[in-house]
């Protein structure tokens, strides 16, 4: 089955129960997220259902609420990490439009976020209004969790996965966590959780600065290489993968395994995914020839 044929089912079944599905697209900068999420909502057009989509970024902060709430990072970014957001809008729509009758169409109402203003800091824009019978959202932190202390501690300590983050960076880990408290009420309402994940870590960097310079030729590139830097630092030191994207992807409903073109390796639910990677990683380190890169 492909995640196309799969997701009609799901969210045709819901559909026809008076339900209004709620899925989660999680994958980091640059995984090809919005440009799934497009496709997806052709395919689901084309069966009659209508899928909203929405990203994390359209629930960023006012400018100038965002810069207070991120003031003194280690990134100096101005957006990106857990607490650059209002997640509560996006909740406040989504209940709003779970609320409505269940016959007949409802209306659906989500805050939207505009990359190119403010000479690429964004801002907010007027909200978009349209009936859905699912939505979307996606981004990199979709479904992210706040650790519990003791799990939070043992993860700093065993270094694990933090090979590339800076002594200040890791400092900073304990606020990103606590920030993503916020974000759980929104987390709960999914029904579906899809991850799309890297087959190496060093991939995102290179994602999106291929991406911008497609951007860029097309007269539409708005942020500068080292700026592009920090945005996908960010997010990969804010919160390490190892300590809150796995956890996403082993409770996913589908996962995509992506190599560096972004072509699918693997594809699954979220733990035979973790299992194949987990085999795929103990005959790499058994081999003389090879490295385990995860």
Same mark, same amino acid.
């Given at each position: #089955?492909?995640?196309?044929s799969?997701i009609?089912?799901?969210?045709?079944?819901?559909?026809?129960r008076?339900?209004?599905?709620f899925?989660?697209?999680?994958? =980091?900068?640059?995984? @090809?997220?919005?440009?799934?999420?497009?496709? &997806?909502?052709?395919?689901?057009?084309?069966?009659?259902?209508?899928?909203a989509?929405? %990203?994390?970024?359209?629930?960023?902060?006012?400018?100038?609420?965002?810069?207070?709430? #991120?003031? @003194?990072? =280690?990134?100096?970014?101005?957006?990106?990490?857990?607490?650059?957001?209002?997640?509560?809008?996006l909740?406040?729509?989504?209940?709003?439009?779970?609320?409505?009758p269940?016959?007949?169409?409802?209306?659906?109402?989500?805050?939207?976020?505009?990359?190119?203003?403010?000479?690429?800091?964004?801002?907010?824009?007027?909200?978009?209004?349209? $009936?859905?019978?699912?939505?979307? &959202?996606?981004?990199?932190?979709?479904?992210?969790?706040? &650790?519990?202390?003791?799990?939070?501690?043992?993860?700093?300590? %065993?270094?694990?996965?933090?090979?590339?983050? %800076?002594? &200040?960076?890791?400092?900073?880990?304990?606020?990103?966590?606590?920030?993503?408290?916020?974000?759980?009420?929104?987390?709960?309402?999914?029904?579906?959780?899809?991850?799309?994940?890297?087959?190496?870590? $060093?991939?995102?960097?290179?994602?999106?600065?291929?991406? $911008?310079?497609?951007?860029?030729?097309?007269?539409?590139?708005? #942020?500068a =290489?080292?700026?592009?830097?920090? +945005? +996908?630092?960010?997010?990969?030191?804010?919160?390490?993968?190892?300590?809150?994207?796995? =956890?996403?992807?082993?409770?996913?409903?589908?996962?995509?395994?992506?190599?560096?073109q972004?072509?699918?390796?693997?594809?699954g639910?979220?733990?035979?995914?973790?299992?194949q990677?987990?085999?795929?990683?103990?005959?790499?380190?058994?081999?003389?020839?090879?490295?385990?890169?995860?």
């Amino acid at each position: #089955m492909t995640l196309e044929s799969w997701i009609l089912a799901e969210l045709s079944g819901r559909v026809s129960r008076a339900e209004r599905p709620f899925i989660g697209l999680n994958g =980091p900068v640059g995984a @090809g997220k919005s440009t799934l999420a497009r496709h &997806l909502q052709r395919v689901c057009a084309k069966a009659g259902l209508r899928l909203a989509v929405a %990203s994390i970024d359209d629930a960023y902060l006012p400018w100038q609420e965002r810069q207070r709430a #991120m003031a @003194g990072n =280690p990134f100096g970014v101005t957006r990106v990490p857990p607490g650059s957001h209002e997640p509560q809008l996006l909740l406040h729509g989504l209940q709003e439009w779970r609320a409505q009758p269940a016959e007949g169409p409802a209306q659906l109402v989500l805050p939207r976020f505009d990359k190119t203003l403010r000479g690429g800091d964004g801002d907010r824009v007027a909200d978009w209004d349209g $009936e859905a019978d699912a939505l979307l &959202l996606e981004g990199w932190l979709v479904g992210c969790c706040c &650790l519990d202390p003791g799990a939070l501690e043992a993860g700093l300590v %065993s270094d694990q996965g933090l090979e590339g983050v %800076s002594a &200040l960076e890791r400092q900073w880990i304990p606020h990103w966590n606590q920030q993503l408290v916020a974000y759980q009420p929104l987390w709960e309402q999914l029904d579906l959780q899809l991850v799309l994940w890297p087959a190496r870590w $060093e991939l995102p960097l290179r994602w999106r600065l291929q991406a $911008e310079a497609r951007q860029r030729r097309r007269g539409g590139g708005w #942020m500068a =290489p080292a700026a592009l830097s920090a +945005v +996908v630092r960010a997010s990969l030191s804010s919160l390490p993968p190892r300590l809150y994207q796995r =956890p996403v992807l082993q409770r996913a409903d589908w996962v995509r395994v992506l190599d560096g073109q972004r072509r699918t390796l693997l594809e699954g639910s979220g733990a035979g995914v973790l299992e194949q990677i987990e085999v795929a990683r103990e005959d790499q380190a058994s081999s003389p020839s090879s490295s385990a890169t995860g």
